[in-house]
C-alpha cells in the first residue's frame, strides 16, 4: 500500500540535503521495523518518492512524501515514529488507493515565509521589474524577471509571505528571488525562511490530494 | 554554529550535531568536559570504531561528558579565521578552548597539521609549554601513539595502547586534581600514560641516543595499556548514526583486536598484539543490537583479519540468518584469497555483484615471502577461478612497492599476475569482460615493525616502477593507480621522527600545510622548505637504522620485543617464513610480558 505522509523538517535538520533527508527517514523507518517495501536489483532501495524536496537551509512545514509499506500496517504507528531526530515530525498520515499521478506532479506553487530585516526588500513593494539571471544546462545566460513567477505577497512587520511558482514548467528558488529583489548572491544568508504550504494548480493543498 | 555560518558552507551536515545516538548533557552536572578530536573531515572521523567506542564509554559515566569536533573544511576554518564564528564542539556548540580536556586520536601521521591546526583556531597555544592552568588539557592516543615524539612537545599526555582501560581512570584522576602539574604526576604512573614533559631525549655529536627521565618516578619505557579481555569490557550497543554520507556508513562491530598473521610490513598487527577475540554470542548480541538502534542498511565485523576469528563461519551464518530478510548487507574487510574466505563470502554477498578487493601486497612468491604476507600463488588462480565461474567480473588488488630486497621481477610478478587472470577469465567464461584494478602503495617502514631499522627505498627507484607497470598494465581490462611518493615519504619521516621534527611539523604548519592526507591539499614543497630552515637531512631520515643504535621511539614498550622483531629481520631477508602463531607460538614476547603467560587462552604457549 502507499502510506502518503506530511512531515516537518525545521531547527537544524533544515541543513540536510535531500538525500540525507531520505536516509534520515529510511533509517527511521527501519528502526521502527516498519515493513518497507524494496525495489528490485542488487542493491535494493525503500520506494520512497517526495512531492519537492526543499533546498537546504530551508525550513519545511509541508514536506510530502508517498512511502510504500507492506499491506496490512497500522499507518497510525508512523505518527507515533521513536528515535526521529530532533528536527523531523510526521505531522499526518493516510493511506491513498493508488498513485495515478505522482506527488511531485501535482505541485504548481508553494508559500514561503521569509523572515528577518524587511527593510532589505523594499524593491518588492513598486512596480520595478526585478531581473535575475539563471543558467541553462548548456551554459547559456537568460535573463529572468522574477515578478513573473511571484503569485501573491503578504507584508508583516518581519516577515513576509510569498506565494511563488514551483512546479515543473515554470519555477523559481526563493534564494533566486531574494537575489533578485536585493541585487546580492548571499542574500538568502541573512534571512530564514519557511516553506508553509505546497499547492496545485487550483491551489488546494497538495494535502487534499 | 550560526545559522548564517552554515548557510555558507558545503555539507553544512557535518557540523550540525544532532544524530540518533548523539548525546548532550547539561553542562552544569558534568565534572569532567572532555571534546573528543579528529584531525581530519567528519565523514573520515565517524567511520572509525574508536570514536563511537571511547564516546559511549565516557559519557557512560554520569560524571564526565563527552562531545564531539572534527576538523572544518578550508570554507569554515575561512569564516572561522574571518572571526566570525569560532572552533566550538558538535553537541552542544562550546567554543572549543572552554572544554577541559581535548583528546585527539592519532590515525594516521599525515593528519598532524590538522592537530596544530585545530588548536590554533582554537585560540589554544600549540606547545604545552606555553599553554596556561586553565587551558584545556591536550591529551592523544592511537596507533601513532606508538612514536609519539615528533608531536609530543604539542601533546601534554599520550595514551599509549587500549584507550578503554586507560581514560575512565584518567578522567577520574583529573576530576580530583589539585593543577595540572599534579594530575600529571599522578597520570604517568597509569599503564599506557606517556607524559612527554617527564622525560629528554638525549643526543651525542648530533646523534640521538635514547631517552632520560626527568621526573623520577615516570616510567621508562612506557608500557602499552592492554585490555586483557574485550568480552568483559564495555562495548556499545548504540553508535551515533550519521546523516550525512560518511566513508563507512554502516553498522560496525569489532570481532577480535590483534592478529596473528605476523606480516612483517604492518604496524597493526605488532602493536595490537595478542588477539583478544569476542565470543559469536556477543558479536551476534552486538550486531543486532547496533542495527536495531541505528536502523543501518549494512553491518560489518570489523577486525584486522575478520576470517581468523575462531567462530567466523557460525557467525556469518547466524547473522546472515537474521538479517537476510531486512534487505541488511553484510561485509567483512580483508578477505583473502583462498577456499576458505569463498564461502564465508557467498554467504556475506548475496545477490550483490559489486566489486572485491583483495590483497595480495607482493607480485612473486618469494617477495611475499619475505614480507611474510601468508598467500599461496595457487591459492590466488584456483579462488580467482571459482569467483569468475560465479559470475564476480570486478576485482581489485592491492600491492606494494619498495619492498625490501624487490628486484624488477618482483614488480614484473605485478604485471605477469594481472596479466594470468586476464587470461584466466577469458579462459573460464569465454568473454573478455574482466575489470582488473591494480593499486600499489609504497612500503613505508613502519616503527615496532620487522622493518623498522630498514630504509625506505628511493622515490625515484619506486617511481621507475610505477612507471613500468602503468605502461605494462594499459590493457581495457586494467586499470592502474598508485600513491604518492612524496606523500609516502612525509609520512616515513614522520611516523619514524624524534622530537626534533616536532619544529619541522610547526613550521609547515605555519606556511600553510593542512589535510596532507588529501591529494588536493598536500603541498611537498612548503614541507621541503621546513625540513631546510631545521636542517633536517631528508635522506637520513628515511634511511637505514643500524640494529644497535637507540630509536626515538623505543620510549615506548609493546610488549612485543626487539629481539623478536630482529629474528624476522634476519628472517626477512633469508626469504624465510614464519607461519600464523595459533598453531605455534614464535615468542614474540606479548605472553611473557604482559598476559601473564596467556595468549588465545592457552598457558604458556611457549
Ligand atoms: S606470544 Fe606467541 S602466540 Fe602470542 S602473539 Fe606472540 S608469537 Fe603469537
Redesign the pocket.
Known amino acids: 500500500m502507499v502510506c502518503r505522509i506530511r512531515f516537518r523538517k525545521d531547527g537544524r535538520l533544515k541543513f540536510l540535503s535531500h538525500l540525507e533527508l531520505l536516509k534520515a527517514w529510511d533509517r527511521a523507518f527501519r528502526r521502527e521495523e516498519v515493513p518497507l517495501v524494496f525495489s528490485g536489483g542488487f542493491s535494493p532501495r525503500p520506494l520512497m518518492t517526495f512531492a519537492l524536496p526543499s533546498a537546504v537551509g530551508i525550513c519545511d512545514l509541508a514536506g510530502y512524501m508517498d512511502v510504500q509499506i507492506e499491506d496490512g500496517f497500522d499507518i497510525s504507528r508512523l505518527l507515533r515514529i521513536k528515535g526521529l531526530p530532533d528536527g523531523l515530525e510526521v505531522l499526518d498520515v493516510k493511506e491513498v488507493d493508488e498513485v495515478k499521478v505522482s506527488l511531485m506532479s501535482l505541485v504548481h506553487s508553494v508559500d514561503y515565509v521569509i523572515e528577518g530585516d524587511m527593510s532589505a526588500l523594499e524593491r518588492l513593494k513598486s512596480e520595478q521589474p526585478l531581473p535575475f539571471v539563471r543558467i541553462n544546462k548548456r551554459g547559456r545566460r537568460h535573463e529572468r524577471d522574477a515578478r513573473d513567477y511571484l503569485l501573491r505577497m503578504e507584508w508583516g512587520e518581519h516577515a513576509l509571505r510569498v506565494q511563488l511558482l514551483a512546479g515543473s514548467e515554470q519555477s523559481i528558488r526563493v534564494n533566486e528571488l531574494l537575489e533578485a529583489v536585493t541585487g546580492d548572491r548571499e542574500a538568502h544568508v541573512r534571512f530564514q525562511v519557511t516553506r508553509w504550504e505546497v499547492y496545485d494548480k487550483e491551489g488546494r493543498s497538495l494535502w487534499e490530494h | 554554529m550560526r545559522d548564517s555560518t552554515l548557510k555558507r558552507v558545503r555539507k553544512p551536515a557535518r557540523y550540525i550535531g544532532g544524530e540518533v545516538g548523539s548525546i548532550v548533557k547539561d553542562r552544569k552536572d558534568v565534572r569532567v568536559h572532555m571534546a573528543f578530536a579528529f584531525p581530519d573531515l567528519y565523514e573520515v572521523g565517524m567511520s572509525h570504531l574508536g570514536l563511537h567506542l571511547l564516546y559511549s564509554l565516557i559519557n557512560s559515566h554520569e560524571a564526565f561528558f563527552c562531545e564531539r569536533v572534527f576538523a572544518p573544511d578550508k570554507d569554515l576554518e575561512e569564516i572561522i579565521r574571518n572571526e566570525e564564528e569560532e572552533l566550538s564542539t558538535l553537541e552542544t556548540s562550546t567554543p572549543l578552548r572552554n572544554v577541559d580536556i581535548i583528546g585527539f586520536t592519532l590515525q594516521y601521521e599525515l593528519s598532524y597539521t590538522n592537530i596544530l591546526n585545530m588548536l590554533d583556531m582554537a585560540g589554544i597555544p600549540l606547545r604545552s609549554q606555553h599553554r596556561t592552568e586553565e587551558m584545556p588539557l591536550i591529551i592523544a592516543g592511537g596507533p601513532c601513539a606508538f612514536n609519539p615524539e615528533p608531536i609530543a612537545p604539542f601533546i601534554d599526555l599520550f595514551v599509549v595502547g587500549d584507550g578503554e582501560e586507560v581514560i575512565v581512570e584518567l578522567l577520574k584522576l583529573y576530576e580530583g586534581r589539585e593543577s595540572k602539574a599534579d594530575f600529571l604526576r599522578k597520570a604517568c604512573q597509569i599503564r599506557g600514560v606517556y607524559v612527554p614533559a617527564f622525560y629528554e631525549e638525549k643526543y651525542e655529536e648530533g646523534e640521538f641516543v635514547g631517552h632520560g627521565v626527568l621526573y623520577d618516578p615516570a616510567p621508562y619505557p612506557v608500557q602499552k595499556a592492554l585490555v586483557k579481555s574485550l568480552e568483559s569490557h564495555h562495548h556499545p550497543l548504540r553508535h551515533i548514526v550519521p546523516f550525512m554520507d560518511v566513508v563507512h556508513d554502516r553498522a560496525f562491530t569489532e570481532i577480535f583486536r590483534g592478529c596473528?598473521q605476523g606480516c612483517r610490513f604492518c604496524q597493526a598487527g605488532m602493536i595490537y598484539?595478542?588477539?583478544r577475540e569476542r565470543s559469536k554470542e556477543q558479536v551476534l548480541e552486538s550486531a543486532l543490537r547496533l542495527l536495531d538502534e541505528g536502523g543501518y542498511e549494512e553491518v560489518a565485523l570489523t577486525s584486522l583479519s575478520s576470517l581468523d576469528h575462531s567462530e567466523i563461519r557460525e557467525i556469518v551464518e547466524e547473522l546472515h540468518e537474521s538479517v537476510k530478510d531486512r534487505k541488511i548487507r553484510m561485509s567483512l574487510p580483508s578477505l583473502r584469497l583462498d577456499s576458505f574466505s569463498l564461502d564465508v563470502l557467498r554467504l556475506v554477498s548475496g545477490a550483490k555483484r559489486s566489486s572485491l578487493t583483495f590483497a595480495p601486497e607482493a607480485g612473486t612468491q618469494r617477495m611475499r615471502d619475505v614480507i611474510n604476507k601468508n598467500v599461496e600463488e595457487d591459492d590466488i588462480f584456483s579462488s580467482a577461478k571459482a569467483l569468475f565461474e560465479e559470475g564476480w567480473n570486478k576485482l581489485k588488488l592491492y600491492f606494494m612497492l619498495g619492498l625490501p630486497t624487490e628486484t624488477f621481477e618482483d614488480v614484473k610478478g605485478i604485471e605477469e599476475t594481472a596479466k594470468r587472470l586476464r587470461a584466466l577469465y577469458r579462459e573460464t567464461t569465454g568473454k573478455d569482460r574482466l575489470q582488473l584494478n591494480i593499486s600499489t602503495s609504497y612500503l613505508i617502514p613502519k616503527p615496532f615493525t620487522p622493518f623498522q631499522w630498514m630504509a625506505m627505498t628511493p622515490r625515484d627507484v619506486v617511481e621507475q616502477r610505477q612507471h613500468y607497470l602503468s605502461k605494462a598494465l594499459r590493457a581495457k581490462q586494467f586499470s592502474y593507480s598508485y600513491h604518492e611518493g612524496t606523500s609516502s615519504n612525509l609520512e616515513a619521516v614522520l611516523a619514524r621522527g624524534s622530537r626534533k621534527i616536532s619544529d619541522v611539523i610547526e613550521t609547515a604548519f605555519r606556511l600553510g600545510a593542512t589535510f596532507d592526507g588529501w591529494n588536493d591539499y598536500f603541498r611537498w614543497e612548503i614541507w621541503l622548505q621546513a625540513f631546510k630552515k631545521w636542517d633536517i637531512d631528508l635522506e637520513k631520515e628515511l634511511g637505514e637504522r643500524s640494529l644497535d643504535e637507540s630509536l626515538p621511539w623505543e620510549i615506548i614498550d609493546p610488549g612485543v620485543t626487539k629481539n623478536y622483531l630482529q629474528r624476522e629481520y634476519f628472517k626477512a631477508l633469508e626469504e624465510e617464513t614464519t607461519p600464523d602463531?595459533r598453531g605455534l607460538?614464535?615468542?614474540?614476547?606479548?605472553?611473557s610480558q604482559r598476559t601473564g603467560g596467556i595468549?588465545?587462552g592457552v598457558q604458556n604457549?611457549?
Do not use: E
Open positions: 596473528t598484539r595478542p588477539v602463531c607460538c614464535h615468542g614474540c614476547g606479548i605472553n595468549c588465545f604457549p611457549l
